[in-house]
T-cell receptor
Framework: KNEVEQSPQNLTAQEGEFITINCSYSVGISALHWLQQHPGGGIVSLFMLSSGKKKHGRLIATINIQEKHSSLHITASHPRDSAVYICAVEDYGGSQGNLIFGKGTKLSVKP | DTAVSQTPKYLVTQMGNDKSIKCEQNLGHDTMYWYKQDSKKFLKIMFSYNNKELIINETVPNRFSPKSPDKAHLNLHINSLELGDSAVYFC?????????????FGDGTRLSIL
């Protein structure tokens, strides 16, 4: 069993829909990262959080440390949001910066 | 003004050859990483260097040897390439010395072994 599980694996939405991607993990963590991988392959860091909630434009990330769960929300989705969204955790007992990755959620937003 | 740059972007070579991938960052970070993304798009850390010193070395074959001539560079040399080495390799950097630092990724190097 992977230490970081994401759901769903694939997600198709219509433009304008509210989207939620979930991430559950089994280790104690110091931080959780949400990354976006574009169709061209580049990876961008969206959020890094260790508690509560962060918002950037139409993206919101939340984390519940007790439940070992995080969600990434996209409001008013747009075709340009189509990408793979990857959850990664920094294991509290591991080396600094050692990220353990989920398998990603492939999002496709149709116009 | 690219933050983390990798070269080459694509690398096609024969089995058994030796090749290098270069990575440079201009963000003033002191920690750099190499990740491998396999054919199923799963990312996994290979190495991490902080101030030119190795701090993470996952179970990677010793055919892979990272080299950090200074804090801004972390190159990856691979000897005797095998078919299973075909993947996309990503370099990244962050401020080290503490947890909870965002990582900045390069665009990746797609390595194909014939």
């Amino acid at each position: 069993k992977n230490e970081v599980e994401q759901s769903p694996q694939n997600l198709t939405a219509q433009e304008g829909e509210f989207i939620t991607i979930n991430c559950s993990y089994s280790v104690g963590i110091s931080a959780l990262h949400w990354l976006q991988q574009h169709p061209g392959g580049g990876i961008v860091s969206l959020f890094m959080l260790s508690s509560g909630k962060k918002k950037h434009g139409r993206l919101i990330a939340t984390i519940n440390i007790q439940e070992k769960h995080s969600s990434l929300h996209i409001t008013a989705s747009h075709p340009r949001d189509s990408a793979v969204y990857i959850c990664a955790v920094e294991d509290y007992g591991g080396s600094q910066g050692n990220l353990i990755f989920g398998k990603g959620t492939k999002l496709s937003v149709k116009p | 003004d690219t933050a983390v740059s990798q070269t080459p972007k694509y690398l096609v070579t024969q089995m058994g050859n030796d090749k290098s991938i270069k990575c440079e960052q201009n963000l003033g970070h002191d920690t750099m990483y190499w990740y491998k993304q396999d054919s199923k798009k799963f990312l996994k850390i290979m190495f991490s260097y902080n101030n030119k010193e190795l701090i993470i070395n996952e179970t990677v074959p010793n055919r892979f040897s990272p080299k950090s001539p200074d804090k801004a560079h972390l190159n990856l040399h691979i000897n005797s390439l095998e078919l299973g080495d075909s993947a996309v390799y990503f370099c990244a950097s962050s401020h080290g010395g503490q947890y909870n630092q965002p990582q900045h990724f390069g665009d990746g190097t797609r390595l194909s072994i014939l």
